[in-house]
């Protein structure tokens, strides 16, 4: 089993920056992709960003792309998501996610999710 443990949320001002963390624990050895959706009130929740196990590649949703910047430390096991240029559009309950499957991270589904971190921003 995989445990998921996210961290860093708040609030903050519009044009202000965030830097969330997932520390991961458990079987992580079979993780491909490592991942952050997140989930607005009322709303569905949708893919911000993912990253390889080996950090080689990222795909990031249209909304976020430019401002937001995924990254991952394996000596740590941890995985991050810089957001910078905070608007209130982004507000929601972010969440970590991994999976061992392969194929378009966007679509995939995700087998190990964490408890989730709010993250609000006022203008």
């Known amino acids: 089993q995989v445990q998921l443990v996210e961290s860093g949320g708040g609030s903050v001002q519009a044009g202000d920056s965030l830097r969330l963390s997932c520390a991961a624990s458990g079987r992580t050895g079979n993780i491909y992709f490592w991942a952050w959706f997140r989930q607005a009130p009322g709303k569905e929740r949708d893919f911000v960003a993912s990253i390889t196990w080996n950090g080689d590649r990222t795909a990031y949703a249209d909304f976020v792309k430019g401002r937001f910047t995924i990254s991952r430390d394996n000596a740590k096991n941890t995985v991050y998501l810089q957001m910078n240029s905070l608007n209130s559009e982004d507000m929601g309950v972010y969440y970590c996610?991994?999976?061992?499957?392969?194929?378009?991270?966007?679509?995939?589904?995700?087998?190990?999710w964490g408890q989730g971190t709010q993250v609000t921003v006022s203008s």
């Open positions: 996610a991994a999976t061992g499957r392969l194929g378009v991270p966007q679509s995939l589904k995700y087998d190990h």
